[in-house]
Each structure stands twice: as structure tokens, then as C-alpha cells.
């Protein structure tokens, strides 16, 4: 199946269409690989159809395009996600998503940007995407690009110190060409953030970071859309879009569950959430 | 001069002719010498602060936007706290990124331990896609700075704190892999690289005078090893004698010891930090505390030879 390429999209029902179909490629090849992270992929699932079907100027035919906005999955395993979205605007064929996770495929289980145009910086070991979107943002300045970075982290990732050494940088070096995003989803993998180790309030900690801060329901099209709007608008600091979602989001039964945070759909598993989201689509 | 002072005017001088240069630091750029670079191309020049892992990320994203970033600190924080940075988003990606640290070694003096790379060697070598380079003094160490801006893919340049000989000769001409061999003795080789390097070639100008003919070997760039020319010195004398600022496990001995155990086995002796920290005192007290000095490599020779 040949997902239309569509870029820039504004109409919300459109947006949710897609959305709706990258969760079902998620779904499938989590299935097929029979490993990988599911929660994290579907959480922010939303947030990044909007970013490569809406937002982001980019050319799937030439990923390489100067002039390309960018973006960073500092949380690589949400890597389904990435791929899902880089196949359906067009960067490869459909039919790799089975390969994922497969001895010679280009899918790393984290993504590895020598394997994969479209990729732009291997990613996995948390808390490293931010400086690397940082050193973008500011190669960008210095060349006069308007081109934008977008860097989406989980909400566990911003435990790692180094996110928070590369806070101060890009509002030391007022970078209003980029935007961090994090999937607030309330998970990681030994339980609910809250727990394992708190970060809250995290709105009050990047505002003392000094960023502007966007608080959004993550899972809401027009928010997100207006949200991005807003990233545009403000001048000599970085924005960071807080967006709260559920972690599973798009499955009933793997909805805000912490054991589906690093294990793959069972065959049975995926039927029901086919038909679950098919249904939704009406 | 020291390699650092020579890394500062390579950097000014290669600044001025390349506008894709980019240089970062991490609050030392008045001791890693690109405070110059600093002060001529500001614009060009990113202090991040006292945090290495977001600078070696910060040149990861430079790269990716098409600069040449060249990112210092010390040797011990550039590879010892950001390794897995280097690991992860630099060599894993294979970017076009420079790191060039100083304070390499026990050389750095009154600092101590904490402030004295001697695993940094091991730390970068082991990572696919990294370049390796040493350099012996600071004409080769300019020669260095300009031949890795040449050359695309990682590269991990030691250079020390103190004021080093020139050792090699005018006509010299660094390239990457190539080691120089200023001699290639029938009794015994040294392979040396830094400023082990001046050290060997006082002790074999000690030894020749005593009839035993001793060859030196500059070995600046420690990956890719020189094969070709170890294999030969390999063959023409019975031992090697391998001599580094650095830890002996993981370093330039590990590295050819590795290569000719399985290629021409010989004997070899590691001269280096026997598995050792460093410790407070000058830098010449330090190098004979550590075993390190032409005495220490003659006696050394010596002893190997009898048995």
C-alpha cells in the first residue's frame, strides 16, 4: 500500500487520517519484528504526523536538501514512529517496514543515519539529540538559513544531565530556530516517571532554563498545529511544546500500560488493534 | 613549543583560509590554545560551557550542518567524559568532527591524576571509524592539525601542556598512517609516540655510542597503525621497545603488540603507566618517577638484550 504524499497540510481531519495510518504501520512492523517499543511510538505519534505532513519543509526525493527543516528523534526508540512517517512522505518504499529490526535491514532497532536517508543523526543513547539539534541550529544561523530544528524527547529522557547542559546552551546562544518537544506521556520503563525519579514541574524547570514554553494536549491536531504556530513567533530563545499525552495512545488495551513500553504487538495483539483503529476511522 | 601552542596557530592560520571552520571549547580555551581562534573568528568560535558531552553533541550538529568542527578540552575530559558522545554520536554516524585535546599525560604536571590523561589512547582507539594521532612536537603537530582538516571522518588528536623539542626534521612531511622512521636499528627498535618521542632518540644516541644499534620510530598516528613500517623494524631487530605517556594496556603498546603477536611475534617491552594513575610533582619529575626517561629506555634495552 502507497500512502499519498500530502505535505503541509492544514485540515485537521486530514492530519488524524494520517496519523491513524502511521499507527497502523507502527503496529505492523512492531508485529512483524517481534521486539521494539511500542508505548513511546504511539505517544508521540501525533506530534510527528503533524511535523512531516504539516510542518516541516522538507523533500523526501532529495533528504539532503539544504534548506530542509530538521528533525531530531533524541528518544531513537521511538524509531517505528520515524520510519512510519519517513516511508509514508515518500524517503522509501512501504514495503522496508518489514525489515525492521532485520539482519541487514536499514531499520536499526535505533535509528543510524549511515543505514537511512531521511535520518539525520544516529540516535538511542538518551539525552544526546538536544546538543546535537543545538550545533544544527547554530550551523543554520551561520549560514542565513531560516531552516528549523525540531527535537523531540521523551519525558524519562530529560532524567539525563546532559539535556539540561544543552538547555543552557541554546538559551545562552538565544536559538529561536529550534524547538524542543517533549512527549510527556508519564512512563518509562521501570514505571511512571513520578516515581522512578520525579521531573516535575517540568514547565517551571525549562522556564528557568530560560525557554518560552508551550503546554499542549499532545494528541490534539489544531493544538499542535497552533502550538508550532506559536514556536514561529518567538524571538532570541528557544521554544520548548510540552505535550502531555498517553503513553499506547490510538490502542485501548495498551493505553498508559508501562509493560508495553519495550515489547512488540503478539499477532492477536495486532488484529485487535487494527480493527480497533480502523473502526475509529469510521 | 608545546603541541598546544602550535595547535592555537594552526587553528588561527587554517581559520583565515577556511570559512566552514568551526572551533568549540569547554571553558579551557585559554589552556587548549583556541582562545586565538577565539578572539580572530568569534563568530565562529562556541564556548559551551563547563559540559563535554553537550559540546562534542553541539559539534555532532555543526558537522551535520556542513562545518568542520574542531572541539577541545583536556584529553581526559574530552575522551573520558564524553566517550560515549564520541561513541554514540560521532563515530556511530561517522561525522566530520575534530577532536583535538590537550593535556594528554602524566606531562601536565602539578595538576595530578585527575587532571592527566593516560587512557585516553585506549578510549579512542577502541571506537570504529576513529582516527588516532600524537604528535611528537609542534611543527609536526601544525602539519597534523592541517592534514585532518583534509580529511573527512572522526580524528582524536593528542597534544600536551609542556614545552617539547622539535624533534623532527625540516623536510618532514606528516600523513595520516604513516609513521616516520628516523632509523631502523639491527639490535633494538623504539617505537615511541609524543613526546616519547625526543626521550627515545636521547636514549639511542646514548646506546649507539656504546656500540648497540638502536632505531627510533615515530609512530604519530596510533590508528591506522603503520603496519608496513613495524613489520619491517619487526624483522630487522629481535626486540621492540614501545614508549608512551600513556597506560601500557590499551595505548601504543597494546596497539603493536596486538599487530605483530599475530603478524611476526618478537619480543617487545612496553614502557609506559604500568597500569597506574599519575600523581602531583613536575612534569621531568614525574617522567622519571613513571620510568620514563633515556635513562630508563637504556636500561630497559639493556636488560632486555641479556636475556
Given amino acids: 500500500m502507497q500512502h499519498q504524499i500530502i505535505r503541509r497540510e492544514r485540515d485537521v481531519s486530514f492530519l488524524e487520517k494520517q496519523a491513524r495510518l502511521v499507527r497502523v504501520e507502527i503496529l505492523k512492523m512492531l508485529s512483524l519484528a517481534g521486539s521494539g517499543h511500542t508505548g513511546g511510538s504511539l505517544s508521540a505519534a501525533d506530534i510527528v504526523t503533524v511535523l512531516y505532513f504539516s510542518k516541516m519543509r522538507h523533500r523526501p526525493h532529495e533528504p539532503m536538501w539544504k534548506e530542509r527543516d530538521r528533525f531530531i528523534l533524541s528518544k531513537g526508540h521511538a524509531a517505528p514512529l520515524l520510519y512510519a512517517v519517513l516511508a509514508m512522505t515518500g524517503y522509501f518504499d512501504i514495503s522496508v517496514l518489514k525489515t525492521l529490526r532485520k539482519l541487514g535491514s536499514p531499520l536499526q532497532g535505533h535509528p543510524c543515519s549511515r543505514l537511512l536517508p531521511g535520518v539525520e543523526i544516529s540516535t538511542g543513547s538518551l539525552g544526546q539529540g538536544l546538543s546535537v539539534s543545538n550545533g544544527i541550529a547554530l550551523g543554520l544561523k551561520l549560514d542565513n538559513l531560516s531552516s528549523r530544528v525540531y527535537c523531540l524527547l521523551g519525558d524519562g529522557e530529560i532524567q539525563e544531565g546532559q539535556v539540561w547542559e544543552a538547555a543552557m546552551t541554546a538559551a545562552h546562544y538565544r536559538l529561536d530556530n529550534l524547538c524542543a518537544i517533549i512527549d510527556l506521556n508519564g512512563l518509562q520503563i521501570d514505571g511512571p516517571v513520578s516515581q522512578v525519579k520525579a521531573i516535575e514541574p517540568v514547565d517551571s524547570k525549562w522556564l528557568a532554563f530560560g525557554w518560552h514554553v508551550i503546554k499542549i494536549d499532545g494528541h490534539n491536531m489544531a493544538e499542535i498545529l497552533n502550538s508550532l504556530d506559536e514556536v514561529e513567533r518567538v524571538k532570541e530563545k528557544p521554544t520548548v511544546i510540552i505535550a502531555h499525552t498517553i503513553k499506547g495512545k490510538g490502542v485501548s488495551f495498551f493505553e498508559g500500560k508501562v509493560e508495553y513500553h519495550g515489547i512488540a504487538p503478539t499477532k492477536e495483539e495486532l488484529m485487535k488493534a487494527l480493527k480497533e483503529l480502523s473502526e475509529e476511522g469510521g | ?307
Fill in chain 2, 1 to 307: 613549543m608545546a603541541t598546544r601552542d602550535a595547535y592555537g596557530e594552526a587553528l588561527l592560520e587554517l581559520g583565515k583560509k577556511r570559512k566552514d571552520i568551526v572551533v568549540l571549547d569547554a571553558d579551557l580555551s585559554g589552556s587548549t590554545k583556541t582562545g586565538k581562534f577565539a578572539k580572530a573568528f568569534p563568530e565562529r568560535f562556541f564556548n559551551i560551557g563547563i559540559a563535554e558531552q553537550d559540546m562534542i553533541g553541539t559539534a555532532a550538529g555543526l558537522a551535520l550542518a556542513g562545518k568542520l568542527p574542531f572541539a577541545s578540552t583536556f584529553a581526559v575530559f574530552e575522551t573520558g567524559r564524553a566517550w560515549e558522545q564520541v561513541r554514540q554520536t560521532i563515530c556511530y554516524s561517522n561525522l566530520n568532527v575534530k577532536l583535538v585535546a590537550t593535556h594528554g599525560g602524566i606531562s601536565v604536571g602539578e595538576d595530578g591524576a585527575s587532571h592527566q590523561a593516560t587512557e585516553d589512547i585506549a578510549l579512542m582507539r577502541v571506537l570504529p571509524n576513529m582516527t588516532v594521532i600524537v604528535p611528537s612536537d609542534g611543527n609536526e603537530t601544525k602539519q597534523v592539525i592541517n592534514a585532518i582538516s583534509e580529511y573527512y571522518g572522526p580524528v582524536y588528536v593528542r597534544l600536551g601542556r609542556e614545552k617539547v623539542p622539535m624533534v623532527m626534521p625540516d623536510h618532514y612531511e606528516f600523513k595520516i598512517g604513516k609513521a616516520y622512521v628516523f632509523h631502523i636499528g639491527k639490535d633494538v627498535n623504539i617505537v615511541a609516540t609524543g613526546i616519547m618521542v625526543s626521550k627515545a632518540l636521547e636514549a639511542s644516541k646514548i646506546l649507539n655510542n656504546e656500540g648497540i644499534d638502536v632505531g627510533v620510530i615515530n609512530m604519530s598516528t596510533l590508528k591506522p597503525l603503520d603496519t608496513e613500517i613495524l613489520l619491517k623494524a619487526a624483522k630487522a631487530s629481535a626486540l621492540i621497545i614501545t614508549a608512551e605517556e600513556h597506560s601500557i594496556i590499551g595505548g601504543l603498546g597494546s596497539a603493536v603488540t596486538e599487530f605483530l603477536s599475530e603478524s611476526h611475534p618478537i619480543s617487545i617491552h612496553r614502557m609506559g603507566l604500568k597500569d597506574a594513575f599519575g600523581c602531583s610533582g613536575r612534569p621531568e619529575e614525574l617522567l622519571k618517577y613513571y620510568g620514563l626517561t633515556p635513562e630508563d629506555i637504556t636500561k630497559t634495552i639493556k636488560i632486555a638484550l641479556k636475556k
